[in-house]
């Protein structure tokens, strides 16, 4: 089944690079960028990390956390963070439990890890409000931004 707009996200509880544990739920009541990147230390997904991390005030102010997967291991996210200096979190997926609730694993059989870069903007009560299947990762979060900006000013 693919995830559509208007769905209630899946719910997670991961733990983070940084030891943390990250869950859905408790994000409840702020807007969620979750973003899937195919594999840390990369050149796109080092652009793609780095414009996150250049917007991150913007999204804050905007109440919304960012958060990167990938189905990387927790020590290779961990070393990913250090090495583009990241302030949010990272969720090591290498059990590949997330993505697949997401939908977003390759190949027949989804062996293959993160097929292409995916992001969902996950609402304040937990609904996907917005689903990216392909991004460039240079323009992403500046196209994620945007989407946000542009619901956030819709009337409830």
């Known amino acids: 089944m693919t995830l559509q707009v208007g769905q209630l996200a899946p719910a997670f509880e991961v733990r983070s690079d940084d030891g943390h544990t990250v869950s859905l739920e408790a994000l409840r009541g702020l807007w969620v960028v979750l973003y899937f990147y195919p594999r840390a230390m990369t050149p796109g997904c080092n652009i793609e990390a780095q414009r996150f991390e250049q917007a991150l005030p913007e999204f804050q102010r905007r109440g919304a956390r960012v958060i990167g997967v990938s189905t990387d291991t927790e020590a290779r996210a961990a070393q990913f963070r250090d090495s583009c200096s990241l302030s949010f979190?990272?969720?090591p997926d290498s059990e590949r439990e997330v993505s697949k609730l997401y939908g977003v694993l390759g190949g027949v059989t989804g062996l293959l890890g993160i097929a292409n870069r995916h992001s969902f903007l996950i609402d304040p009560a937990g609904n996907v409000a917005y689903i990216w299947r392909k991004v460039n990762p240079g323009r992403h979060?500046?196209?994620?931004?945007?989407?946000?900006e542009s619901l956030q000013a819709q009337p409830v």
């Open 141 to 148: 979060a500046g196209d994620v931004l945007r989407e946000l």
């Open 89 to 91: 979190p990272l969720l």
